[in-house]
Nanobody, 126 residues
Framework: QVQLVESGGGVVQDGGSVRLSCAFSGGAFRTYSMGWFRQAAGKERDFVAAIKGNGGTPRYADSVKGRFTVSRDNAKKMLYLQMNSLKSEDMGVYYC???????????????????WGQGTQVIVSS
């Protein structure tokens, strides 16, 4: 059974940086596409970034391009999200997700992912 555990959230100053991590267990990590999604208070969960099993070119939401970087370490079964130049609109609960049969056109689609972590909260203080 695949399990995902996020960590690294907390309170960050406006303009600051933080790195989120997601530990994967219970499956062949390199065969899964991995994504980050976030949910702000009172809003729907939205796509943030994703990366396929073999790495390749990551995909980003327009709102985070140039500020966030998604990466993975297949040997360690870890997914990361480096978040720079944080803004208040980046606040929310960040979820890690894994999908075994995701094609490029569905990397941003939540229903394409089979497994989800419990989330880690990021608060941006001004």
């Amino acid at each position: 059974q695949v399990q995902l555990v996020e960590s690294g959230g907390g309170v960050v100053q406006d303009g600051g940086s933080v790195r989120l991590s997601c530990a994967f267990s219970g499956g062949a990590f390199r065969t899964y596409s991995m994504g980050w999604f976030r949910q702000a208070a009172g809003k729907e969960r939205d796509f943030v970034a994703a990366i396929k099993g073999n790495g390749g070119t990551p995909r980003y939401a327009d709102s985070v391009k140039g500020r966030f970087t998604v990466s993975r370490d297949n040997a360690k079964k870890m997914l990361y999200l480096q978040m720079n130049s944080l803004k208040s609109e980046d606040m929310g609960v960040y979820y890690c997700a894994a999908g075994a049969r995701i094609i490029s056109s569905t990397l941003e689609t939540q229903t394409a992912y089979d497994h989800w972590g419990q989330g880690t909260q990021v608060i941006v203080s001004s």
